[in-house]
């Protein structure tokens, strides 16, 4: 769903738009139908007087006309007309109309009045295709939002005129009907937050809980003098409403991924095993106007968030005139499950019973593959991921078979109650009985799924979780895997200032200073080359910032040779096991370390400093950002994509500075993540990049470099040279406070920022949430061109 | 597989920042002797390679024979260490320390005959000269990459010398004047991969590096 049609409900000038829209198209109406029917199939369409906002809407055909008898001087109402199928068969063209699906359907619309208007008619050619089996069980978008349409898949039977969508009570127009999927249009004044969806087809019912958003955007002022600027808001409202559980990546809804790719080429949706994201795309449209942070800002929403869904800016007119900013929300979530609802009448107290539990089990089902999702998210082994989504997609099947049997039961019961034969319940009862007391899916849910593997390591390195299982009362692990810090990123405190050329202003700002100036240096150096004879160490950098009054944590894991069988010797299980124990605790050692280092940075320090040394691995299926490791397998990694996402939660707002070194192979993954953590606030990998400065985590200026590009190895050279950088600047800060010259670390801010971080192979700077303006950001070495090197 | 930025003043710049990484050998890092020379046969070629030693090979004579056991005897037994340049080649069982449970395995594995092709090691917490380092390569690498094995004896390319796999799924092919070794995409994880190397001189060496 994409709420690209934000124009209804945005800035005023947009309204402009609204009006010549109207006008231009007053005649025309069109014919929407479901687009994958095949011939036989029963089917429900319906007339609208916008087909153009219907093109390219997912599963919707659009066939366009123009309605009879209009008039120039009146906007037409579908209500004053009929839409006939077949002699005798009208429906009002206000509502939907159903038919079966042939190779041509003629379709007569005329005026329900007395009017002398000749009818339309229209023949309207279906492929022959031959009917798909529907799917078992119902699901949806967990979001939906006023005004746009919804889509329901499931078993339906295709006749609107037997279905009903409420939507907390509000009936919904049901747009287009077949024998899998149901449209409807959600209620334009639908209140954000959650909601419930009664969904009714015959005799057959389901119910959803979903989140109604709404994107809100509003200015200050709607009319600009030259030079005068003004506050926006973006706000998606209702988000905070999203269940946990929907918060996984999944397909993406009609064309959203390609309007999506359209604004950000490189942007790539994550799969069912990586957490799922509302994208939101702020976009200046008017060449009048400068947007603060760029004229086209992606912002990527995830769970947990905290504080708001949204984005405040500002527009600065270059000429006076209005302005028009466009929203675009393009969710990738994963799709609810409808939960079972009774049918309508009377089942016997038994097979209601049987029903529940039937509908409990499968709730049980989905929990585990959710569960599965959260334990696997981010695994590297592609066999691996296959069998986990393998087996998730048969958790999902066997669900959806389960909640179809409860209503199977549930109706044929009814049926049997109102004296009506069932031949079918005698049956229906013992294969509800067998699947309450399935041995292989209860043995399913009673065993551990996921071996627990060197490797599958989402949340720590160096640590494996033990799989929950459905249907214990174990409470499951909030979802979905979020980056290993427990910290609570702070909110941008200000809004991206613009360009502003007074003198005056000029002075106020450099009266304000970085609220963590003075607060010291707090440095985390993580090794992973101490202990190889050729290999450069970080010792001496290491030394270097202690020397320099930093707060210093260095971490040189000594990890023992796991033995493995040689000429000489057969290692034993017990020998192999205390070596994978004693390196299990270097793990924790480097896990320890990464929270300590972030706790002193939460509670505010001038200049944060993360330096890793090492082998580092490219970016590989579940490991986007690839990982940070030993040069022997030491049994797990550090993931780059949590390492820098915790820390970069840690400093947001908290520091002046944030500054870090990547001294591996591939190393060019973390300025490039660094950059989408600083402007996106995702660590994917994949976003494109964009400016978006309220969200650096500094206030003054954030850097990171690599030594080597996020696509090549290097050498072992290499390393060692691109750390003298690092050096040459600490070694600049020792001198300048041996000489009692620094009260601060400003300088050394200034040095790692610029002739540090711009000589390096990849490298990644912006001047701060509170200096930035665009475009100053310095990108290099990861597939992003610079905006000031191009 | 060099860095583009490796340019000729960067590495006059680390030749001046080398005695600063030998000052930085804190933690008991070993650091060999020549440490410079040794380095700077390496400090080009990829992150990670190092010189390989031969398992056994106590006094880095080329060979696994009595002599090295009688020096692993001896240091097992508290006696001194001269003649050992390579205390690494003596933990034959990788438990960081040499003692009587290499000694014994040691007096097994010779007691059977001359050791046709010793295995070649990685990488230790023990010390190692390299005296006369001939082989250099990586500890391991990744299911689909690529493992290069490179002859740091001048002695020795890869015209006259071969790499080939003896076990496990990979393939060997000289690559300039090394070789490089590509591990199938199909290779189970944390499998072991065996390569047979001989020498020009026709001495024999295998080197076992795992896929993770």
Redesign the interface.
């Known amino acids: 769903m994409t709420c690209h049609r934000n124009y209804r409900k945005g800035l005023a000038l947009c309204f402009v738009l609204v009006c010549l829209s109207t006008i231009s198209l007053a005649q025309s109406a069109g014919v929407l139908l479901p687009q994958n029917v095949g011939i036989g199939e029963q089917a429900s369409g319906s007339i609208v007087l916008n087909p153009n906002d219907w093109q390219n809407v997912a599963g919707i055909r659009v066939i366009p006309f123009q309605l009879p008898n209009s008039s120039a001087n009146a906007a037409p109402n579908l209500s004053d007309y009929l839409v006939e199928i077949n002699p005798g068969q009208s429906f009002p063209a206000s509502g939907a109309f159903s038919f079966k699906v042939e190779q041509n359907l003629k379709l007569m619309i005329k005026s329900a009045g007395a009017s002398k208007a000749q009818p339309v008619t229209l023949n309207i050619p279906f492929p022959s295709a031959a009917i798909t089996a529907p799917p078992q069980g119902f699901t949806t978008s967990p979001i939906a939002m006023g005004g746009l349409m919804q889509t329901i898949r499931g078993p339906f039977q295709g006749d609107a005129s037997n279905a009903s969508v409420l939507l907390n009570n509000l009936a919904a127009p049901i747009i287009a009907e077949s024998q899998s999927s149901l449209f409807y249009l959600a209620p334009e004044n639908t209140p954000a937050g959650s909601a419930d969806v009664l969904v009714k087809d015959k005799d057959r019912k389901t119910h959803f809980t979903v989140a109604v958003l709404s994107l809100q955007m509003s200015a200050d002022k709607l009319n600009l003098l030259k030079g005068e600027s003004t506050a926006f808001h973006v706000l998606v409202k209702g988000a905070e409403s999203l269940p946990p559980e929907s918060w996984w990546g999944g397909e993406a809804q009609g064309g959203d991924v390609d309007t999506l790719h359209k604004l950000l080429p490189n942007f790539h949706p994550p799969t069912g095993l990586d957490r799922g994201y509302l994208v939101l795309i702020i976009e200046n449209l008017s060449s009048n106007v400068v947007m603060s942070g760029g004229q086209k800002i992606a912002l990527t929403f995830t769970y947990p968030q905290s504080g708001k869904y949204g984005y405040d800016g500002t527009l600065t007119a270059t000429k006076a005139g209005g302005f028009v900013v466009n929203g675009t929300l393009i969710p990738f979530l994963r799709k609810q499950p409808g939960t079972g609802a009774s049918t309508d009448g009377t089942a016997t107290s038994s097979d209601s019973q049987t029903a529940t539990a039937l509908r409990d089990k499968a709730q049980q089902l989905r929990t585990h593959s959710d569960t599965l999702r959260q334990q696997n998210s981010g695994n590297t082994d592609s066999r691996v991921r296959k069998k986990i989504e393998d087996e998730i997609a048969q958790d999902n099947s066997n669900a959806d078979k389960l909640d179809q049997l409860a209503y199977d039961l549930e109706k044929a019961s009814i049926n049997a109650a109102n004296g009506q034969g069932s031949s079918t319940i005698s049956e229906l009862r013992k294969d509800a009985s067998n699947q309450l007391n399935n041995p292989v899916l209860q043995a399913k849910n009673d065993e551990p799924q996921v071996p627990a593997k060197p490797g599958n390591t989402p949340e720590h390195p160096g640590t494996t979780s033990k799989p929950n299982t459905p249907g214990t009362t174990e409470k499951p692990q909030e979802t979905p895997h979020t980056p290993t810090t427990p910290e609570i990123p702070k909110t941008p405190t200000s809004t991206p200032q613009t360009p502003d050329n007074s003198t005056t202003n000029k002075k106020k700002e450099e009266k304000n200073d970085c609220p963590q100036r003075g607060k010291g240096c707090v440095a985390l150096v993580i090794d992973f080359s101490a202990d190889y004879s050729f290999e450069f160490d970080m010792s001496t950098v290491s030394k270097k910032l202690s020397d320099a009054g930093c707060d210093t944590d260095y971490i040189a894991p000594k990890f023992k040779d796991v033995p493995k069988e040689s000429l000489f010797s057969t290692p034993t299980a017990a020998e192999i096991k205390a070596a994978q124990d004693h390196n299990q605790a270097q793990w924790d050692s480097v896990n320890d370390a990464e929270k300590k280092h972030r706790e002193k940075v939460a509670k505010g320090v001038e200049i944060a400093i993360e330096i890793t040394n090492g082998h580092g691995g490219e970016a590989a299926p579940g490991l986007p950002c690839g990982d940070v490791e030993p040069n022997d397998w030491r049994g797990s990694y550090l993931r780059r994509d949590d390492f820098h996402q915790g820390n970069y939660k840690a400093a947001n707002k908290n520091v002046c500075s944030w500054f870090t070194a990547d001294l591996t192979c591939y190393g060019g993954l973390t300025p490039k993540v660094v950059d989408e953590l600083e402007n996106l606030t995702t660590a994917t990998c994949k976003a494109a990049s964009t400016i978006a400065c309220g969200n650096h985590a500094g206030w003054e200026a954030d850097g990171s470099m690599s030594s080597a590009k996020s696509t090549d190895t290097c050498t072992n050279g290499s390393v060692w040279w691109q750390s003298g950088y690092v050096k040459e600047a600490l070694d600049a800060e020792i001198k300048r406070r041996a000489a009692g010259q620094n009260k601060d670390y400003s300088t050394l801010i200034q040095a790692l920022n610029s002739s540090t971080v711009k000589s390096t192979t990849a490298r990644y700077t912006d001047h701060g949430y509170a200096k930035d303006h665009p475009p100053v950001h310095a990108r290099g070495g990861y597939g992003e061109k610079s905006s000031d090197e191009q | ?6 340019s000729s003043r ?2 006059i ?2 030749l001046a ?1 080398l005695p ?2 030998m ?5 008991g ?4 002797p020549d440490f410079d020379r ?2 700077e046969a ?10 390989l030693f031969v ?2 090979d106590l006094n880095e004579d080329g060979v696994v024979d009595e002599k090295d056991l009688q020096l692993a005897q001896a240091y097992a037994q508290g006696n001194a260490s001269a003649g050992i340049s390579c205390l690494a080649a003596g933990d ?5 320390a040499v003692d009587a449970k290499d000694v014994t ?2 007096q ?2 010779l007691k059977k005959g001359p ?1 046709p092709a ?2 070649l090691a ?4 023990l010390r ?1 000269d390299y005296k006369n380092f001939f082989v250099a390569s ?3 690498t ?1 299911v689909g990459g690529t493992l290069p094995v490179h002859f740091l004896d001048p002695r020795f390319n890869a015209q006259n010398s071969s790499v080939t796999v003896q076990s496990g799924q990979a393939t060997a092919a000289k690559n300039g004047n090394a070789y490089r070794v590509q591990v199938a995409k199909t290779a189970p ?2 499998s ?1 991969i065996t390569l047979a190397i001989t020498l020009a001189d026709n001495r024999k060496y ?1 080197y ?1 590096f ?1 896929v ?1």
């Open positions: 597989m060099r860095n583009h930025r490796m960067a590495a710049f680390l920042l600063l990484a000052s930085g050998q804190q933690r890092k070993f650091v060999p040794k380095m390496l400090k080009n070629l990829e992150h990670g390679v190092a010189p398992l056994g034959l069982n990788s438990d960081g395995l040691f097994q594995a050791i010793p295995p990685y990488h230790s917490s190692c990586m500890s391991g990744r994880k944390e072991f295998t076992t795992q993770h």
